[in-house]
C-alpha cells in the first residue's frame, strides 16, 4: 500500500431525493462458483502489465523469519494519470525481540521488464524486472518450483540479497480460471469497465539469503508468501477499506493462512434504495460491498480457496455471500492520532470447500469445508505504549512520491492510515478429509496484519463492532 495516491471524484447529485442507483460493481467473489475457487497461474498472471492511466500494480513479498522477526519487500509502478510513471522499492524489516525497525522507500531509475536479454546471463520475461537499484528475476526451477531472487541496493546502510521459492505441491492461486481470474470490475458496463482490482498469490515460499544492515548480515531464512496486484482505478474509489492476514505456522509440516479484504466506496457498490440521506447521496448512495477472498495451506499443500462478499447494509447475523470468511473488528476505540475507530482485536475466519488433491482444475467439493480462525489481541490503538505487536503505523501521504502527493493535496475527506501488526497467534484448524485432516486443531504460529482506512463510509460499522 505504500505506493497508494488518492485523486478528486465527482461530486453527487443536490437537491431532493436521491433516485434509486443500479448496481455498479461486478465481485469475482459473486461470478465464480464455490467449487471453482481455485484458479490455476498463467505465467502472464504474474507478469508486469506497466499499464498507463490510474493503475497502481505491486510485487509484494512478506516473510517471518526463523527468529520471528518479519520483513517485507515491494516493488510499486503508479501511472497515476501523470507524465510518467512513480516506480518504488521498499522494504520493512521489525524485529519484535529487540524493537529494532528498519524501513527504506527508494525511486527507481531505468526500470525495466523485462530485463534486457543477456542480463545474468540468462532470458527473462515480464515476470522479472531490474533498475539501478535492485533487480527481482523470476525462474523456474528443475524440479517444477519457482523462485524470485530479491537483490538491491537500497542505501550505504542497507543492501539485500534474498529469495523466495514456492514448492511445486504448493500451488499458486487466483480465483477463478482464465484471464480475468482474481479480477473484479467497477462500472456499470463491465465490457467496458471504470476499473478493476486484481489479486494473484503464491501462498506460500521458503525465504533464503540475508539482509545487511549498517554492516550486520542477517539470516533472511523463513516461511512466507508473495501477491501480484493491479489497482486499475483511482485508489479513493477502489475502496474506503483493506484488511490483510499473513498467518505462518511450522506446525502439521506448515501451516498459511492468507486473505485480503476490501470494502468498495458508496460511489461503487449494490444497487441502492431511493429516499437516503444527503450524506449518502454525495457519495453515490449506493450500498458499499466488503470482498474478502484467502487460502488455507497444510503440509505444503493448497487445502482450499475461501471467497465471500457481503453488502454494508448487512446485519451481524445476515450470512455472506459465498462462505462465512470475514474479518471483524472488534472493541473499536477512537485513535486520536488518525482520527479513526480502530480495533482492538480483530477476528479473521476462514471458510471453504476442500480441495481435490488430484487433477488440473482442482476442484472444490462442498460437502467437506475448510474452516479456520484466530483471534488477535491488539492493545489501544494510542498511546503506542499500550498497543500490541505494532508494527508500524503509517501515514500514506507522508510516504506516497512528491509527483502523486501534491496531486493528493487538492482531494478533500481522505487520510489513509495503514496499522501493520506482528503478533503470536493461536489458529483452530478443521481439514475434513484426506493425509491432512484434522478437526479443531489448535496451530501456534506468528500473524502479520494490516488494517487501512482511506476514507468514511456511510453507515460503515467495519464489519462487526463492540
Not at 52 to 78: C, M, N, P, R
Not at 92 to 113: E, M
Request: hydrophobic share 30%.
Amino acid at each position: 500500500m505504500s505506493g497508494w495516491g488518492s485523486w478528486l471524484s465527482n461530486a453527487g447529485a443536490s437537491g431532493g431525493s436521491p433516485a434509486v442507483k443500479e448496481g455498479n460493481f461486478h465481485a469475482i467473489t459473486d461470478t465464480v462458483p464455490q467449487d471453482s475457487l481455485y484458479g490455476a497461474l498463467e505465467p502472464s498472471d504474474l507478469e508486469w502489465t506497466c499499464a498507463g492511466g490510474f493503475v497502481t500494480e505491486t510485487q509484494t513479498w512478506y516473510t517471518i523469519l526463523k527468529d520471528g522477526s518479519f520483513a517485507t519487500s515491494q516493488i510499486i509502478h503508479s501511472a497515476v494519470g501523470l507524465w510518467y510513471p512513480q516506480i518504488q522499492v521498499t522494504f520493512k524489516y521489525f524485529n519484535p525481540k529487540t524493537n529494532q525497525k528498519i524501513w527504506k522507500s527508494v525511486n527507481v531509475t531505468k526500470f525495466t521488464t523485462p530485463p534486457p536479454e543477456g542480463f545474468r546471463n540468462k532470458k527473462w520475461d515480464k515476470r522479472s524486472s531490474k533498475s539501478d537499484q535492485y533487480s527481482a528475476l523470476f525462474e523456474t526451477l528443475d524440479d517444477g518450483s519457482e523462485k524470485y531472487t530479491i537483490e538491491a541496493n537500497m542505501s550505504d546502510d542497507l543492501q539485500l540479497a534474498y529469495s523466495f521459492t514456492r514448492p511445486a505441491a504448493a500451488k499458486g492461486w487466483k480465483l477463478g480460471s482464465g484471464a480475468n481470474g482474481g479480477k473484479s470490475i467497477f462500472g456499470s458496463n463491465p465490457s467496458s469497465p471504470d476499473g478493476y482490482v486484481v489479486h494473484r498469490f503464491w501462498p506460500t515460499a521458503k525465504s533464503t539469503g540475508h539482509f545487511i544492515i549498517k554492516g550486520q548480515a542477517i539470516d533472511a531464512e523463513g516461511q512466507g508468501m508473495f501477491v501480484h496486484a493491479i489497482q486499475g482505478m483511482r485508489p479513493n474509489l477502489v475502496a474506503s477499506k483493506w484488511n490483510f492476514c499473513n498467518f505462518q505456522s511450522p506446525d502439521l509440516g506448515g501451516v498459511q493462512a492468507i486473505m485480503m479484504e476490501f470494502t468498495t466506496t458508496s460511489e461503487y457498490g449494490g444497487a441502492s434504495a431511493g429516499g437516503q440521506s444527503k450524506s449518502s447521496s454525495e457519495t453515490g448512495g449506493r450500498e458499499s460491498m466488503t470482498v474478502n477472498i484467502g487460502s488455507v495451506t497444510v503440509g505444503g499443500e493448497l487445502v482450499a480457496v475461501t471467497a465471500a462478499t457481503r453488502g454494508s447494509k448487512s446485519s451481524p447475523s445476515d450470512p455472506s455471500k459465498g462462505s462465512q470468511s470475514s474479518v471483524k473488528h472488534l472493541d473499536r476505540v477512537l485513535d486520536n492520532e488518525t482520527g479513526y475507530l480502530a480495533p482492538q482485536s480483530i477476528q479473521f475466519t476462514w471458510e471453504g470447500p476442500q480441495l481435490t488433491s488430484t487433477g488440473g482444475d482442482r476442484k472444490g467439493d462442498t460437502s467437506k469445508l475448510v474452516r479456520a480462525s484466530t483471534k488477535v489481541e491488539l492493545g489501544k490503538p494510542s498511546p503506542v505504549s499500550e498497543a500490541k505487536g505494532l508494527v508500524d503505523k503509517v501515514d500514506v501521504l507522508a510516504e506516497i512520491p512528491y509527483m502523486v502527493r501534491k496531486v493528493v493535496n487538492y482531494v478533500a475527506g481522505t487520510k489513509p492510515y495503514i496499522y501493520q501488526t506482528l503478533n503470536p497467534a493461536s489458529l483452530s484448524l478443521t481439514v475434513p478429509s484426506g493425509e491432512h485432516a484434522v478437526d479443531g486443531q489448535k496451530v501456534e504460529g506468528s500473524l502479520f496484519e494490516e488494517h487501512t482506512f482511506i476514507s468514511s463510509v456511510v453507515g460503515d460499522n467495519i464489519t462487526g463492532g463492540k
